[in-house]
C-alpha cells in the first residue's frame, strides 16, 4: 500500500504531537537505588522550549515546565498536593484556608478551592484565578490556579502581561540559601509572574514590572523603548558567572527540601512571642525534616500524615507516617509489614494514662500546638498574616486573629487541637443566606467612614510645618496622645500627665513631654506677645493648606477670635461663646466646628492603638451607606446589608439602632494543627490527671472569645468544651471527682490488701485442709 | 472479643441453669424421659416464665424473704449484703452494657457512677468476706456452693487490684491495656460466679435454719 506523501506529512505531525506523551513515558524509570542526587548541569530553557543564552540582550526568564520537564513529569507534578486545589475532587482533612484580607473594610474571608467547611469558594466572592493569584500568589508555590489553560482566563486578567506563575521547583528543592522567599513575593505584587521564580533563585535580577505595563504588552514586544523611568517591562539580567561554555547552570538541588523553605508558607508562632524564645517542633530538634515524613514520590501527592488519610488517598502508606505509624506499635502496620519506629521514633510509654484517652485523643491533643490556657493563644501564620516577606515595608500583619487551641472532634472521633479563626465581611442578607461583599463594593459605599485616621494625619502632616515648632505635633483626646508615624498613620500612647480641660488637645511633643500648640496668653493686651502671634498666625497658615476643607481655621479665646482673612491676620470679637483656653476649630458664617469631627474622633479613640479596625458606629453608617448605595441605583428588591464579626452578625433593627445575633456563617472555621509537637515535659497531662480534669481546667474551660477587627463589647464568647461537644456541667463534677481519687485508691488499696489477706490464708488454709485429706487416706 | 467471649458465657450459663433445673425437677418427679421430652420442656419453660413474670417484685421479694429468712438479717447484715447486691448489679450493668451494646467504651454519668461505687463495693465485699470467711471455709464443707464464693471474692480482688493499678502512675500503655482486659474478665468471672452462687443458693429447697 502507497502513501501518499501529505499522508506522511500529516503521521509525522502527528507522532510530533504524541512526543510529550512518548516523554512522559520515558519518565517512568525506576530508581536504581543510588541514594546521592544527580549533579543537576542543565540548560535553562524559556518558555517557548528554547535554549537561554545569558548574554542576549533581552533574554527570557526560565520557565520550570521546559526546563525541567525533560527528566521530570511536569503533568505529573502539577497533580501535587500543592498545586491540585482546583482540580482534584479529593481534598482531605480541613487545612488552613487562604484568607482574603482588606483592612481597611475589616474584612477576613476564609477562602479555598478545598471543599472544606466553613470557607467561602473563589467564585462565590467573585475572584477569578488572576485575582487569586495576585492576593495569594506570595504564599503560593506556583502551578495550579496560577498557570489557568487559555480558555479559564477570565477577560480582566493581564495573563498576556505577567505570564503565568508557573510552579516554581526551586522554591522547595533549592538546596541554596540565595533562594528568596521575599522575592517572590515582590515579584507577585509587580504582576512580574513569568520572572518571579528566577527572580527569588538569584539566577538572575528582575528589573521593571508589568503592572505598571499597558494590558496589550506581550512577551514578544520586549522591552519599553518608550518609558525608561515609570513603564519599564520586566527583564532578567542572569548571573553569567552561574553559567559554564555549553550555557548549562548548576542547580543546588535538594531532593527533600530543607525545612526553611516549608517555613516560608508554613510557619505558626505566637503573636506575643519573642524570636529568642520560640522553640523548634521536637522532630526538627531531632533532626527530622519536615519532608521525611512529609514524603512523595514524583506525583508529589504528599503524605500530609493524618489519621485517615491512607483511606481517603487510597494509599495504604501513609498511614505509617501518622503519629500513631511511626510511634506506636499499631496492628494495622504489623499486618501491612511495615515496622514502625521510621527514623528513631520512640515508644511512647505513657504512664498513668488510662488507654482510653489513647484511644480519644489524638496524639496532637496533648503534644502539639500552644497549651491550653485561659485564653486562647494568638499566633500568626506565615500565610493568613503574611509573614516571611521583607523589604522596606512590612508586610506582615495581626489581622486576621488565629487562635489556638481549640478541641474539636476529628472525623475518627478524637479530640483533636484545632486553630480557629472568625470569619469577618459584609453581606447582604437574603432568608437565611448571606452572600459576602467584596471589599471594593463596601469602600465605595463607605467611603470616608473607612478612614477615620485620614483627616486627624492630615491636620497633624499640616502642623507639621509649622516653622520653628520645638516638637511633633500631636492631640490628647480621652487621655491618649495621637501622633503622626512614618506610614502616614496615627500612633496612640497612653498620658497620664496634666492637660486643660478641653475635648481635644493640641500639642507638640518634646522629649516625652507636651507643651501646648498654642498656650494661654494675656488676651486682654492690647498688643499680642510676638512669639504668640507668629505662632498663632503659622498654625492658622498651616491649617489653610489642609485639603477638602471647607471652614477656615481659626483660633477661639476668650471673647477674641484670631483668624487670617485675605492673606492678613487679624483679632475680632467672638460673638459665641467664650473659650478658657486658646481653642483650635473650623469657622463658618459664626458655626465653629472641632478640628477633627466627633464620629471620627470617636472611632479613633475605638480603634487606633488597637488590633480591632472598626467602631460600632462606623458599622451602622457603613451599613446605612450600603442601602442608600443600594436605594440609588433603583433595585428592585430592598436588600439588607450586614457585617459578620467577632462571631456575630451585626444589623440595624427597626429603631434604627445596631443589634447582634447569631448567624451560621459567624461560625468560626476550623482546622487542625499538628506542630509545633513539644517535648514530653511540655505535654499536656505531665502534671496528672487535673491538667485537664478539673474544676476550671484551660482544657474544658478556656474562654473562647471571638476575635475580630469590631471593636464590640457583644464578641461570641464560648467554653472550650462547647466544640468538643461535651456537656460542661458533667465535665465540672468528673473534674471535682479527681479531689476524692486520693481517698478511693486509699479504699481500693486497703480493701486489695484484706481481700488478698484473706484470701491468702483461705488457700493455705485450704492447703492444709487437702493436705490432711491425704493424710488420712493413707 | 471480649464482647463475644461474654455474651457467649452469659447464654451458656443461662441454659446450663434452665436445663439443670428442669432435670433436676424431672428428677425430683421421678418422671423418666419420654418421646415427647421437648414438648415438655418447651412447656415447663412458658409455664415457669409466666409465673415469673406474674409474680409482682413484692411478692417475689416477700417469697425469697419467707424461704431464706433475709428478714431476721441484722440492719448492719442487711445493708452490708444489700450494699454488695446493689454495687455489684450496677457495676454489672453498666461495665457491660456498654461492652455489649455500645460501641464507644463506658462514659459520661454512668462511668462516675462506676468508679463511686466501685469503691463502695470494695468495701462492702471486705466487709462480706469478713462476716462470711469462716461460714464457706472448705475445712468445714468443700461444696460448689464454697468455690463459687471464693471465685467471687477472687475476682473481686482482681477488679479492686486492677482498678487502683489503673490509678497509679507506675504502669506503661500496653500494661494498662492489659490491666484493662483482666479488670473486664474478672468482671466476667464474678458475674458468673455470683450467678452460679445465687442459683445454688435460691435453688435450694431446704430453708434456713432459723438462727433462734
Not at chain 1, 520512640?346 to 500552644?370: D, M, Q, R, V
Request: charged share 20%; with cysteine.
Amino acid at each position: 500500500m502507497k502513501h501518499k506523501p501529505i499522508q506522511i506529512i500529516f503521521f509525522l505531525i502527528f507522532l510530533t504531537g504524541l512526543s510529550p506523551a512518548f516523554a512522559q513515558e520515558k519518565k517512568k524509570i525506576p530508581w536504581d537505588g543510588n541514594r546521592t542526587v544527580p549533579v543537576h548541569n542543565i540548560p535553562l530553557r524559556d518558555e517557548f522550549n528554547e535554549t537561554i543564552i545569558p548574554t542576549e540582550s533581552f533574554p527570557l526568564p526560565y520557565s520550570s515546565r521546559y526546563t525541567c520537564e525533560p527528566c521530570h513529569a511536569y503533568g505529573r507534578i502539577s497533580q501535587g498536593l500543592h498545586f491540585n486545589a482546583f482540580s482534584s475532587d479529593r481534598h482531605g482533612r480541613p487545612g488552613e484556608p487562604w484568607i482574603w484580607v482588606d483592612r481597611d473594610t475589616g474584612s477576613s474571608i476564609p477562602v479555598s478551592y478545598r471543599d472544606w467547611p466553613g470557607v467561602f469558594r473563589p467564585e462565590e466572592l467573585g475572584l477569578t484565578f488572576w485575582e487569586f493569584t495576585l492576593l495569594f500568589g506570595r504564599h503560593m508555590t506556583g502551578g495550579g490556579v496560577g498557570e489557568p489553560a487559555v480558555d479559564e482566563r477570565s477577560p480582566d486578567s493581564r495573563w498576556n502581561v505577567s505570564g503565568t506563575l508557573e510552579i516554581n521547583c526551586l522554591a522547595c528543592h533549592n538546596n541554596s540559601r540565595k533562594q528568596s522567599h521575599s522575592e517572590w513575593a515582590f515579584q507577585i505584587l509587580r504582576q512580574n509572574f513569568r520572572w518571579a521564580a528566577v527572580a527569588s533563585s538569584a539566577l538572575g535580577e528582575v528589573g521593571g514590572m508589568a503592572s505598571r505595563l499597558s494590558g496589550t504588552w506581550d512577551i514578544y514586544d520586549g522591552s519599553n523603548p518608550d518609558d525608561s523611568e515609570y513603564a519599564i517591562a520586566p527583564y532578567v539580567r542572569y548571573d553569567k558567572t552561574r553559567f559554564n561554555s555549553k550555557h548549562e547552570v548548576f542547580f543546588d538541588i535538594n531532593h527533600r527540601p530543607n525545612d526553611e523553605r516549608c517555613l516560608a508558607c508554613h510557619s505558626v508562632s505566637p503573636a506575643s512571642q519573642s524570636q529568642f524564645l520560640a522553640e523548634s517542633d521536637v522532630h526538627t530538634a531531632a533532626g527530622i525534616k519536615c519532608a521525611d515524613c512529609h514524603r512523595n514520590d514524583i506525583s508529589h501527592t504528599m503524605i500530609r500524615g493524618y489519621e485517615g488519610e491512607s483511606e481517603q488517598y487510597k494509599n495504604p502508606s501513609a498511614s505509617d507516617f501518622t503519629c500513631r505509624g511511626c510511634h506506636l506499635r499499631e496492628k494495622k502496620s504489623q499486618k501491612q509489614g511495615v515496622s514502625s519506629g521510621r527514623l528513631g521514633a520512640p515508644y511512647p510509654i505513657h504512664k498513668k494514662i488510662p488507654p482510653i484517652h489513647i484511644e480519644k485523643l489524638s496524639c496532637t491533643a496533648c503534644h502539639s500546638g500552644s497549651l491550653p490556657q485561659k485564653k486562647l493563644t494568638r499566633v500568626k501564620t506565615s500565610r493568613a498574616n503574611r509573614l516571611g516577606i521583607y523589604g522596606i515595608a512590612r508586610w506582615d500583619m495581626d489581622f486576621p486573629a488565629v487562635q489556638e487551641p481549640v478541641f474539636h472532634r476529628d472525623s475518627n472521633g478524637r479530640l483533636t487541637p484545632n486553630r480557629l479563626v472568625w470569619p469577618s465581611f459584609w453581606g447582604c442578607l437574603e432568608g437565611e443566606e448571606i452572600s459576602p461583599l467584596r471589599p471594593e463594593t463596601v469602600k465605595k459605599a463607605a467611603g470616608p467612614i473607612l478612614y477615620p485616621e485620614s483627616e486627624a494625619a492630615e491636620i497633624l502632616s499640616a502642623l507639621s510645618m509649622i516653622p520653628n515648632l520645638e516638637g511633633t505635633p500631636v492631640f490628647v483626646y480621652s487621655g491618649r496622645v495621637y501622633k503622626l508615624n512614618f506610614d502616614g498613620e496615627l500612633d496612640a500612647s497612653e498620658y497620664s500627665g496634666e492637660i486643660p480641660e478641653v475635648g481635644l488637645f493640641w500639642a507638640f511633643k518634646k522629649n516625652n513631654s507636651l507643651s501646648p500648640l498654642i498656650p494661654e496668653f494675656d488676651r486682654e493686651s492690647d498688643a499680642l506677645d510676638r512669639e504668640i502671634e507668629y505662632r498663632i498666625q503659622d498654625t492658622l497658615e498651616a491649617l489653610n493648606k489642609v485639603k477638602k476643607q471647607l471652614y477656615k481655621p481659626a483660633v477661639i479665646y476668650g471673647n477674641k477670635i484670631y483668624q487670617i482673612s485675605e492673606g492678613y491676620f487679624e483679632i475680632k470679637e467672638w460673638n459665641g461663646k467664650a473659650q478658657d483656653f486658646p481653642r483650635l476649630c473650623w469657622l463658618k458664617d459664626n458655626e465653629i466646628k472641632n478640628l477633627i469631627s466627633e464620629f471620627n474622633l470617636n472611632a479613633i479613640k475605638e480603634t487606633v492603638g488597637y488590633s480591632e479596625l472598626l467602631s460600632e458606629e462606623q458599622v451602622k453608617k457603613i451599613l446605612t451607606a450600603l442601602s442608600e448605595a443600594d436605594a440609588s441605583q433603583d433595585s428592585e428588591t430592598n436588600k439588607e446589608y450586614v457585617y459578620i464579626s467577632n462571631g456575630k452578625m451585626f444589623r440595624i433593627n427597626q429603631q434604627g439602632s445596631l443589634e447582634s445575633s447569631e448567624h451560621p456563617a459567624s461560625e468560626p472555621v476550623l482546622w487542625p494543627l499538628a506542630h509545633q509537637v513539644r517535648p514530653v515535659q511540655q505535654s499536656l497531662g505531665i502534671n496528672g490527671c487535673s491538667d485537664c480534669h478539673s474544676w476550671d481546667s484551660n482544657f474544658f474551660f478556656a474562654d473562647v472569645t471571638a476575635a475580630g477587627p469590631l471593636n464590640t463589647k457583644n464578641s461570641a464568647e464560648r467554653s472550650a468544651h462547647s466544640f468538643m461537644g461535651l456537656g460542661g456541667l458533667y465535665q465540672k463534677i468528673f473534674g471535682l471527682s479527681f479531689y476524692a481519687r486520693p481517698f478511693l485508691k486509699v479504699i481500693l488499696f486497703i480493701a486489695a490488701l484484706f481481700l488478698g489477706s484473706i484470701l491468702i490464708i483461705t488457700f493455705v488454709k485450704t492447703l492444709g485442709f487437702l493436705t490432711g485429706l491425704l493424710e488420712k487416706r493413707r | 472479643m471480649f464482647s463475644m467471649i461474654s455474651f457467649v458465657s452469659f447464654i451458656s450459663v443461662a441454659a446450663f441453669l434452665v436445663t439443670f433445673s428442669y432435670t433436676k425437677q424431672k428428677k425430683a418427679k421421678k418422671e423418666s424421659p419420654d418421646k415427647k421430652q421437648a414438648q415438655n420442656f418447651s412447656d415447663w419453660l412458658v409455664s415457669g416464665l409466666r409465673s415469673f413474670f406474674k409474680t409482682s417484685l413484692k411478692n417475689r421479694i416477700k417469697k425469697i424473704n419467707r424461704k431464706h429468712l433475709i428478714s431476721e438479717l441484722s440492719i448492719t447484715e442487711k445493708i452490708i449484703w444489700g450494699g454488695l447486691v446493689f454495687s455489684f448489679l450496677y457495676l454489672f450493668l453498666s461495665g457491660f452494657f456498654f461492652s455489649l451494646f455500645s460501641l464507644r467504651q463506658m462514659f459520661g454519668v454512668p462511668l462516675l457512677f462506676h468508679i463511686v461505687l466501685g469503691g463502695l463495693f470494695a468495701v462492702f465485699l471486705c466487709v462480706c468476706l469478713f462476716l462470711s470467711a469462716e461460714k464457706f471455709s472448705f475445712s468445714l464443707s468443700f461444696s460448689f456452693k464454697n468455690i463459687l464464693f471464693w471465685i467471687f471474692m477472687l475476682s473481686g480482688l482482681f477488679l479492686a487490684g486492677t482498678s487502683l493499678c489503673m490509678m497509679v502512675p507506675l504502669f506503661t500503655y500496653r500494661t494498662q491495656l492489659f490491666l484493662f482486659e483482666l479488670h473486664r474478665y474478672s468482671a466476667l468471672t464474678a458475674t458468673l460466679a455470683a450467678v452460679l452462687f445465687l442459683y445454688t443458693v435460691f435453688s435450694n429447697n431446704e430453708k434456713r435454719k432459723n438462727r433462734g
